[in-house]
């Protein structure tokens, strides 16, 4: 059975930082792997998806690797901003109808 | 990009009541709709997987005749909750997954049930 992991559980950062998010599944036998924000109260938004062929995906100051021999994938935040400010999930797909399987999450504060 | 609704927003309802959620698929055809519930400060759990026109397909633990799931048509598919009772209450996020999404599946922003 997938299990997948996400650490750390919060995270607080002043403004302009640079952060890294870690999310780690034990099958390494994934077709892709999703990162998604979440909003309190909201839906999902999806960010970046890496194909199991891929080893990073980037969108504006967004930059996600995938290492599936080790089992982990990276979101790295540059110049970190307070609208950065929500719950970052990861989700490796299982199964034909591809259904995810979804980490913990990390909730992120960017400090002003 | 591709865009899901879910309605209502948030619904309150008394315990014993059936409540209907809706969602859909604005702009493109989804041949798989998943339904998820949320607690408090938890990550998202996979309820159903929803293909249209056949039976949903249910995750370890969720009782069928609880949650009623129809996807009747390839932009719409509708959770049931039958005879709430308060401990149903959750947040219940929609997605959906298509030939325009490829792999990508785009979530609803979800529907608050709070059953008093």
């Known amino acids: 059975k997938q299990e997948v992991t996400q650490i750390p559980a919060a995270l607080s950062v002043p403004e302009g930082e640079n952060l890294v998010l870690n999310c780690s599944f034990t099958d390494s036998a994934i077709y892709n792997l999703q990162w998604f924000r979440q909003d309190p109260g909201k839906g999902l938004t999806s960010l970046l998806l890496i194909q199991s062929s891929q080893r990073e995906q980037t969108s504006g100051r967004l930059n996600a690797s995938l290492d599936k021999s080790s089992g982990r994938s990276t979101l790295y935040i540059a110049a970190s901003q307070p609208g950065d400010s929500a719950t970052y999930l990861c989700a490796v797909p299982l199964g034909s109808a591809r259904q995810l399987t979804f980490g913990s999450g990390t909730q992120l504060t960017v400090l002003p | 990009g591709a865009v899901v609704s879910q309605h209502p927003s948030w619904v309150i309802c008394k315990s014993g009541t059936s409540v209907k959620i809706e969602c859909r698929s604005l702009?493109?055809?989804?041949?798989?709709m998943f339904w998820y519930r949320q607690f408090p400060k938890q990550s998202l759990m996979l309820m159903a997987t929803s293909n249209e026109g056949s039976k949903a397909t249910y995750e370890q633990g969720v009782e069928k005749d609880k949650f009623l799931i129809n996807h009747a048509s390839l932009t719409l598919s509708t959770l049931t909750v039958t005879s709430a009772h308060p401990e149903d209450s959750s947040f219940y996020i929609c997605?959906?997954?298509?030939?325009?999404?490829?792999?990508?599946?785009?979530f609803g922003p979800g529907t608050r049930l709070l059953v008093l």
């Open positions: 997605s959906a997954r298509g030939l325009a999404g490829g792999e990508t599946q785009y």
């Open positions: 702009d493109f055809q989804a041949t798989t």
